[in-house]
């Protein structure tokens, strides 16, 4: 079990993420200023933290300085792009406006930590399964009702993604921030060529599966008998 630490001064917000998070399985820690956060970070070591900007004492800024080794999310109401490009460059791994959107928190927490899993242990990976998909994303090797689908790195990688969120949209952005740690050739214009490629090769195996385009957010997969694909 992950633990996450929420550095957030307003009780009722704080409370509020610490019960999503507890729901999705996490481990929470709580600390309410600056001062707090250090003394927490110091002696239990979260796998990643969920940072305010605006706090008593020592401000948000002040406490990612003393971090190492350990990913921050940004969570704060300040929204020009300045300060968040600062802060993305002093070490925190993203940044996310208030008010946000729970799932793609959530979305955005997972991907992190597979970040850091993925660039502290580089062993085999497991083998992913969705429906009747199988997946092994060291070999690229793709399982279909016992038919072999042939990858491409960047497929794997996006097919990757959906399959380890499946209860998840997963927004455009994100994904292509995503993928970009391990495909950095895929660009805005070709994931639609790379989804729409990935889609003709499940269809082609008569996969049960599909890639499903929720409309202004992004991309999920659902079973084809459920709802139609947009």
């Known amino acids: 079990m992950e633990t996450i630490a929420v550095i957030e001064d307003n009780v009722l917000t704080g409370d509020m993420i610490a019960e999503i ?17 250090l003394y927490l970070i110091k002696h239990k070591k979260p796998d990643l933290i969920l940072l305010d900007l605006i706090l008593p004492g020592l401000d948000g800024e002040g406490v990612l300085e003393h971090i190492e080794d350990i990913p921050v999310i940004i969570l704060s109401s300040k929204a020009e792009v300045e300060n ?9 791994c993203d940044y996310i406006t208030k008010p946000f959107n729970t799932r793609e928190l959530i979305a955005r927490i997972f991907v992190q930590l597979r970040k850091e899993k993925n660039s502290s242990n580089h062993t085999e990976e497991s083998i992913l399964s969705v429906g009747d998909l199988s997946l092994d994303p060291m070999s690229l090797r793709l399982i279909v ?9 960047t497929e794997c990688v996006i097919l990757k993604l959906l399959m380890s969120h499946s209860r998840y949209t997963i ?18 214009k070709s994931l639609k060529q790379h989804i729409y490629n990935l889609r003709k ?17 992004g991309f999920k997969l659902s079973e084809k008998n459920r709802g139609r694909e947009t």
């Open 21 to 37: 998070l507890m729901k999705e399985g996490f481990h929470v820690l709580r600390a309410y200023s600056g001062t707090e956060a």
């Open 84 to 92: 968040k490009i600062n802060l993305l460059n002093e070490g925190a």
């Open 145 to 153: 009702q016992s038919q072999e689908v042939k990858l491409t790195k």
């Open 171 to 188: 927004s455009r952005d994100l994904l292509l921030d995503s993928i970009s740690y391990e495909t950095p050739d895929c660009t805005e």
């Open 201 to 217: 090769k499940l269809c082609s195996v008569n996969s049960k599966i599909q890639i499903e385009t929720v409309r202004g957010v």
